[in-house]
């Protein structure tokens, strides 16, 4: 196969369609994450922002603003918006995870302190206020406020979730929105917004990155018990943290007294011993709660790409349908 | 003397005739502070909010809203949006003191754990975000967002500078901006531009807040060295915890070689022995560090009550006037 020929990826064809605005924004970033004052603040940031993250989520606002036809600056500041909120709760996530690796490197928390991590999480936070400000845009402000309660809100849901063999799915998915679903919908809304799309593309807009966001985090979260490596984490993270994923509420609610005492031990009481991941993901097969999970990453990317439907014929909006597809390739 | 002719301090007769906004801003709080689905947000929040904290943030603003004549509703969400942001600074500062106690009660980071301060912090930052949106006003968001920065700023500088003998005064004043007057002057300005003040009085509201902040910060300061017992510290906490306050900095710069040694062992390395609080004491006594320092303290209350010549003669007015002193009335 002649390689010229090898269709890249929805990621890298974004990145490319969008390479001139990508560099005002990563230009935003550098300038924005200065501090005359204090450089902690730029060398924790820079840490984590020029580790290669993939940024996604300022090309989901890059995107939908073009492909509404807007012309104006201001994508660009809510391109960094969303990615300095996204960094921000990186470095506190990492604080609450006690993680010691992110992106393949040593974390913040790690290489500084969690006092560093937790400051220079709040002052990234006030930095994307001050840049969604200066758009002028009291809704931009609205869905962003909103999004950033959905955000902490679940992951304090999270928090008091862990090891609770109650959990729901109704549960998992407030937690899903808030880790993942609800910066990915603020994204591609506020670039409708900014463009002054009519109110169909603008909840349609919403409607993709919120099916987008569930569907990345189904598959994470799947791919933890199994199939190909997960990236960026440990097969069997959430196992051990007695993380209730959806594979785990699915599997519990078929499980049998025995069963249902293994999950207790292990997730409920975290008492994980050697062999119990291999035996969780016997279960989970046994109940078909892989497959089913699988399913409905699935049915999310599906109902990511229809939502489409709405917005202008346009080569972004195929590549964002494409992408819909890319974040389930892995367990498709 | 009859006890019913003893002056109410200022603070409580602020809060007196400011009692029916307070009420609003109380039920606005508690309100705002709930969350359906995560009811460790509140649990965490009403620890810390109703532990009887002075509520003097969310009185500066309604006191500059209604000196400056306001009649609408939107001086309450300020208000409550002030004191949410000086909740979460008080959550993340405990994680990153790892204090055990705050106003006289055990710390939520000690009650819960740290991950629960750290995410209640910023849900209560998000919380305080969507209630200024709600006041539609643009240059408000404005304010609030740069005081966001000053004060994460500061605290990454205050991180920084500990320890660290060559800090200035110039570093010291940018500290306690972050730490104090940031929030301070932001509480007065908003309040004065929720009025619709003109702007000579804004700008007078600002400084206002602004030079009591300081004169508050620098009392707290000059407390831990002595005189009066600080209110919610233990005496010589800051001398322990290396922080280069502006005594410590006025004596170093008058030190001779041998009290320089005693600075960069106890300050510097952080050995601390028995009896160096009480030869800290006698070294800023004998260069008159502690006397320079009340004065500054007593000279940023006289600008602070100067500030307010320029706004209209209101009993709020004498009020703030009257609080300028107070702050300062602990060192005089």
């Keep these: 196969m002649d390689l010229a020929t090898v269709p890249a990826k929805p990621h890298d064809r974004l990145a490319s369609a969008l390479s001139g605005d990508m560099a005002a924004v990563n230009a ?6 200065a ?7 730029p060398e924790v940031t820079a840490h984590l922002v020029e580790a290669g993250g993939k940024r996604l989520r300022p090309m989901l606002t890059l995107a939908a603003a073009r492909l509404c036809g807007y012309g104006g600056p201001y994508h ?3 391109a960094a918006t969303v990615e300095f909120i996204h960094t921000a709760t990186l470095l506190h996530d990492d604080v609450v995870d006690d993680s010691k690796q992110r992106r393949g490197r040593p974390t913040a928390n790690l290489l500084w302190d969690n006092t560093s991590s937790v400051l220079v999480g709040d002052y990234l936070f006030a930095r994307s206020f001050q840049l969604m400000v200066e758009t002028g845009s009291l809704r931009v402000l ?5 999004a950033s309660a959905t955000i902490a809100e679940g992951e304090v849901l999270q928090l008091t979730a862990a090891r609770n063999l109650a959990t729901t799915e109704d549960t998992y998915l407030r937690v899903v929105r808030g880790k993942t679903a609800a910066l990915f919908s603020a994204a591609t809304e506020v670039g ?16 993709y990155g919120d099916a987008l966001g569930i569907a ?3 598959v994470d979260d799947l791919l933890d018990y199994g199939g190909t490596e997960a990236i960026g984490k440990s097969r069997g993270d959430d196992f051990r943290e007695g993380k209730l994923t959806l594979p785990v509420i699915r599997a519990l609610a078929r499980a049998d007294a025995d069963e249902r005492a293994f999950w207790a031990r292990a997730i409920g009481k975290g008492r994980v011993e050697d062999g119990d991941l291999e035996r969780a993901q016997a279960i989970l097969a046994r109940h078909g709660a892989l497959e089913s999970t699988r399913q409905s990453a699935l049915d999310w990317a599906a109902t990511a790409r229809r939502s489409l439907g709405a917005l202008p014929d346009h080569a972004l909006r ?9 974040v389930v390739e892995r367990i498709s």
């Design 28 to 33: 935003m970033i550098r300038e924005r994450m």
């Design 35 to 41: 501090s005359e004052h204090a450089p902690r603040i």
């Design 76 to 78: 660009v500041h809510l």
């Design 142 to 146: 609205d869905i962003l406020a909103n």
């Design 192 to 207: 409708g917004i900014i463009a002054g799309a009519p109110e169909a593309q603008v909840r349609a807009l919403h409607a």
């Design 216 to 218: 990345f985090q189904i």
């Design 318 to 326: 195929d590549m964002l349908s494409d992408l819909a597809d890319y």
